[in-house]
């Protein structure tokens, strides 16, 4: 019988040290000693060789947390890198040139956005923008010089979902990258691999971690893509620092049963919101009222942490929610054990006009809770006198 992967998130460990620790060690340096002038030209003269030189290249602590997310997400190899931006932009770089296309669902976090629209094309990369809710259209946008295809499922913040499995077969047919970024569902929930995905990508920064405490990303797939991956953050620098590491792959090991309570708070808010006299609509992927329900109940184990709702009094009424609450965080930050409210359209996306904002889902009441691990009747509590 193969391992269950709630034991692996916890038991796959680098080899323990002389000291016989039980817990897993942090390697805390930059660099890494030789035992000869002739192993140190060797380090160097060989891309590939399974030694730590430095840890801009690579460290064990490192190497735990990416061999942990490789056995969860069903993946021969990864990196890591200090943020989820820079997995994400380390992805566009490497496996993309001067006159190669992108096809992008619009409905994708703000900065790659950015990096989609304002950086990409500054080097000769042009991208395209589909509708999460129309995947029939986006064969029309292959062209020749198309070369990966990006979603997030589920999209943040709109939670809209995406047939995985339908979209690997479009990518498949014109020999396109699939990249998906699985941040919101955490391999807990989800497994794009196993559903033909070629490369996820997570910003570590959120369910990994779980507690708001450092920044991290990780990218993972076949080995063959992540060798030029690997080379491009070994010599670019935006490596995952040893300590964040420590910090994530200790996380890692209660993830599962983070995801479970993360997930069973969110739907008991979610289905108790539904009818409230102050809200239009309430989203989560497994309420059967989400667009996308089918999908959700065949590709993820449970809805995950994220609900969205709509507040009929608009932006006025997202002011007036966040200053009412009482225990749970005005933050922008998600994925935590203490509760998060954030009203996108006053704060993070309040640059945006208002037909920017309708285009990547963001409505002039849409709240968006990140649920975390408190009693989830205290949760409701405080979300429901604040919405008197
Ligand atoms: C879906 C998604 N992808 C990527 C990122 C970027 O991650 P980081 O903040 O770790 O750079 C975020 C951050 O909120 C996110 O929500």
Same mark, same amino acid.
């Given at each position: 019988m193969s391992r269950h992967p709630e034991t692996d998130a916890i038991r796959t460990q680098t080899q323990r040290t002389a000291e016989k620790e039980h817990s897993t060690p942090l390697f805390l340096t930059s660099s890494f000693v030789y035992d000869s002038a002739e192993d140190m030209a060797a380090a160097f003269a060989d891309d590939t060789l399974d030694v730590n030189i430095y840890s801009r290249f690579s460290n064990p602590t490192v190497d735990e947390f990416i061999s942990k997310i490789c056995v969860l997400e069903k993946a021969e190899d990864g990196i890591a890198t200090g943020t989820g931006m820079a997995a994400v932009f380390a992805t566009f770089m490497t496996f993309l040139s001067k006159g190669d296309h992108i096809i992008s669902a619009s409905a994708v976090f703000g900065s790659t956005h950015t990096i989609l629209s304002k950086y990409l094309p500054k080097w000769g990369i042009a991208y395209s923008y589909f509708n999460m809710n129309d995947p029939a259209s986006i064969e029309s946008l292959v062209r020749p010089e198309t070369k990966m295809l990006y979603v997030e499922t589920?999209?943040?913040? =709109? #939670?809209d979902i995406i047939d995985i499995s339908f979209v690997s077969e479009i990518c498949k047919k014109y020999n396109i990258l699939l990249v998906v970024d699985n941040c919101f569902a955490t391999p807990a929930i989800q497994q794009p691999i196993l559903l033909g995905a070629d490369l996820v990508i997570h910003s570590a920064t959120k369910f990994i971690d779980g507690q708001g405490r450092v920044l991290g990303g990780v990218v993972v797939g076949r080995k063959e893509l992540i060798q030029p991956l690997y080379l491009f953050v070994r010599n670019t620098g935006p490596s995952m620092s040893p300590f964040n590491a420590w910090v994530l792959t200790k996380s890692l090991e209660t993830l599962y049963v983070r995801m479970d309570r993360h997930a069973a708070s969110a739907l008991k808010i979610a289905e108790a919101l539904t009818n409230h006299p102050a809200i239009s609509w309430v989203k989560y992927?497994? #309420?059967?009222?989400?667009?996308q329900y089918e999908i959700a109940r065949r590709q993820m184990s449970s809805g995950g942490g994220i609900v969205t709702f709509e507040l009929k009094g608009g932006i006025e009424a997202g002011r007036k929610f966040l200053n009412s609450l009482r225990m749970l965080s005005m933050t922008n930050n998600l994925g935590d054990s203490r509760s998060i409210a954030s009203h996108p359209a006053s704060t993070t996306h309040s640059k945006l006009t208002e037909a920017e904002r309708q285009g990547v =889902?963001?409505?002039? =009441?849409l709240i968006r809770i990140s649920v975390g691990l408190e009693h989830p009747d205290d949760i409701l509590e405080d979300i429901s006198q604040a919405l008197i």
């Open positions: 589920p999209s943040n913040p =709109g #939670l992927p497994f #309420l059967s009222s989400h667009p =889902g963001i409505t002039p =009441g």
